[in-house]
């Protein structure tokens, strides 16, 4: 499913308070949801260890003592369990709504990889494909979105297109687009 990571403040005053109920709240998606922070802060291994929050206190720091952003990534990616990795900050609440939003997007990247023909509402993760999906919103559309759907001939350009948005969107694809916007080679950009 889904592991989300992050890193804090220390856990003190106001900002301790907030930071625990947005980790309860990721806790709380979904039973396969992992959470790992990253971190020596003030009260985070006491934080993980009432929440069942998975620590790593370890992390390379430049010499200002700030935490390498880019190493956390890529030990986030080495370490979880799941498919999805999403960094979110440490004070951000997150709702059922999120997974119900990811597992949309997931699944549609699913069907386009086999090239079929796709039928949706109009959700927000799969409107920006409307040149590849058969977008309806009522009954009747969805009719009519059905039919064309199964008058769609083998050969037509949207299946590869289809196809081709599943490949640029998979793990692998965001994988590497995200360890070129992050330098993983160490450096810092």
């Given at each position: 499913?889904?592991?989300?990571?992050?890193?804090?403040?220390?856990?003190?005053g106001h900002a301790g308070?907030?930071?625990?109920?947005?980790?309860?709240?990721?806790?709380?998606?979904?039973?396969?949801?992992?959470?790992?922070?990253?971190?020596?802060?003030?009260?985070?291994?006491?934080?993980?260890?009432?929440?069942?929050?998975?620590?790593?206190?370890?992390?390379?720091?430049?010499?200002?003592?700030?935490?390498?952003?880019?190493?956390?990534?890529?030990?986030?990616?080495?370490?979880?369990?799941?498919?999805?990795?999403?960094?979110?900050?440490?004070?951000?609440?997150?709702?059922?709504?999120?997974?119900?939003?990811?597992?949309?997007?997931?699944?549609?990247?699913?069907?386009?990889?086999?090239?079929?023909?796709?039928?949706?509402?109009?959700?927000?993760?799969?409107?920006?494909?409307?040149?590849?999906?058969?977008?309806?919103?009522?009954?009747?559309?969805?009719?009519?979105?059905?039919?064309?759907?199964?008058a769609e001939p083998l050969?037509?350009?949207?299946?590869?297109?289809?196809?081709?948005?599943?490949?640029?969107?998979?793990?692998?694809?965001?994988?590497?687009?995200?360890?070129?916007?992050?330098?993983?080679?160490?450096?810092?950009?």
């Amino acid at each position: 499913m889904l592991t989300i990571f992050s890193t804090p403040k220390p856990f003190l005053g106001h900002a301790g308070i907030i930071q625990r109920n947005a980790l309860r709240s990721w806790t709380l998606l979904h039973p396969g949801a992992e959470v790992i922070l990253f971190g020596n802060e003030e009260g985070a291994a006491e934080v993980c260890q009432e929440l069942g929050i998975r620590h790593e206190p370890d992390v390379r720091r430049n010499e200002n003592g700030t935490k390498y952003l880019n190493c956390m990534f890529e030990r986030a990616y080495e370490m979880s369990r799941n498919k999805f990795l999403c960094y979110v900050n440490c004070d951000i609440m997150l709702i059922s709504d999120f997974c119900e939003a990811l597992q949309v997007t997931s699944k549609a990247h699913d069907y386009f990889l086999s090239g079929i023909p796709v039928v949706s509402t109009p959700v927000l993760s799969v409107v920006e494909f409307s040149d590849i999906v058969y977008i309806a919103d009522t009954a009747r559309e969805f009719v009519r979105a059905i039919e064309a759907a199964l008058a769609e001939p083998l050969t037509s350009p949207k299946r590869r297109l289809r196809i081709e948005a599943a490949r640029d969107h998979s793990t692998e694809a965001l994988g590497a687009r995200l360890e070129e916007t992050l330098n993983f080679d160490g450096q810092t950009s």
